[in-house]
């Protein structure tokens, strides 16, 4: 694994930016990238809401057309089902010869929605954090580490610019990790899939309803499944497994050893070998470009299914209780 920090970095982009879209991501890099004295612009479609907050922040909004015209490096940040109708529609022709073609994600150029002429470089800045924290980290002299990627080195220096963007970004200070659009896709779209979002989501709402099944109060299953998973996950992103292990109590980790095998075991190891396959053989990026392409019906139908689910009702009348929070409610 190579890691390359602020020293290993050119100085500076010294080249003009576009960013394209305007929000978690776009704001931290667009606004991260002026303040390190690069030349920024915001490319969004005519009519968008995010116009009034670009202006607001200090930056130039402009269409996405006259944004790449007069870039030289162009971050597209906008979702990824559109991002291959954006980029035929306006961005591929408006692009100069010798332009840097950057993504915060592979998803595009990896599933071939995106096919950039050969006489410009590609490639890739993925933060490991949201938006708001690359942010805010780059505000305090810190950083959010990331990795990046270069797919198409048409200059001879894709490497050296895709390091300076990051380091313009905040990202040097942390570390900036080299890996591939190939990697670094496959992985964040199984890591979200099996564990992050659909494991866990999964885990809590199924160790919800058995407790609840089982007569316990609702209210009593939210806090041992949902809301103190946060203090567990903390001492993990803190010090990892180990920390974790050391902080709960003897009867926690012993139930740790002896019961998460028996949660996770070789039937869930199988199916997530399946829903790494269907990642890399594309299958997965198929049925949700079709999804998109086909209205999101049933994307919007399970969205709102689990909305009702019950602990999302019993949950938002607890986090109520707790302002220290400051509960937010979709």
């Not at 998803?107 to 938006?131: L, T």
């Not at 299914?305 to 707790?322: F, N, Q, T, W």
Request: some cysteine; aromatic content about 8%; glycine content about 10%.
């Amino acid at each position: 694994m190579k890691i390359h920090y602020d020293r290993d970095c050119p100085p500076a982009l010294g080249e003009p930016v576009a960013v394209i879209g305007y929000g978690s991501q776009g704001r931290a890099h667009a606004l991260n990238l002026r303040d390190s004295g690069e030349d920024v612009r915001v490319g969004l479609y005519p009519g968008s809401k995010s116009i009034e907050r670009v202006e607001t922040d200090g930056l130039r909004a402009v269409p996405v057309p006259e944004a790449v015209s007069e870039a030289t490096v162009v971050m597209v940040l906008t979702p990824d089902a559109g991002q291959g109708k954006l980029f035929r529609e306006s961005i591929e022709k408006h692009l100069q010869p010798g332009t840097m073609l950057m993504f915060a994600h592979g998803f595009s150029i990896h599933f071939a929605q995106i096919k950039p002429d050969q006489n410009i470089d590609v490639a890739m800045i993925a933060p490991k954090g949201p938006g708001h924290l690359v942010r805010s980290t780059y505000v305090q002299g810190m950083g959010v580490p990331a990795l990046i990627a270069v797919y198409q080195d048409a200059s001879g220096r894709a490497l050296q610019r895709a390091l300076a963007y990051a380091r313009a970004l905040g990202a040097g200070r942390a570390g900036i990790v080299e890996t591939t659009f190939k990697e670094e896709t496959e992985t964040d779209l199984f890591g979200e899939q099996a564990v992050l979002c659909g494991g866990v989501s999964s885990l809590v709402k199924t160790g919800f309803e058995t407790l609840v099944e089982a007569g316990y109060q609702p209210e009593i299953a939210y806090f041992e499944v949902l809301h103190e998973l946060k203090l567990i996950v903390d001492l993990m992103y803190r010090g990892g497994l180990g920390f974790m292990r050391y902080s709960v109590s003897d009867t926690a980790e012993y139930g740790d050893y002896v019961s998460g095998p028996r949660v996770i075991d070789d039937h869930v190891r199988k199916q997530m070998r399946q829903v790494l396959t269907e990642i890399q053989d594309g299958s997965f990026a198929e049925k949700w470009l079709d999804e998109n392409s086909n209205g999101r019906e049933g994307f919007l139908s399970m969205r709102q299914k689990d909305a009702e689910h019950p602990i999302e009702k019993v949950g938002r009348e607890l986090r109520s209780m707790m302002t220290w929070l400051e509960p937010v409610e979709k």
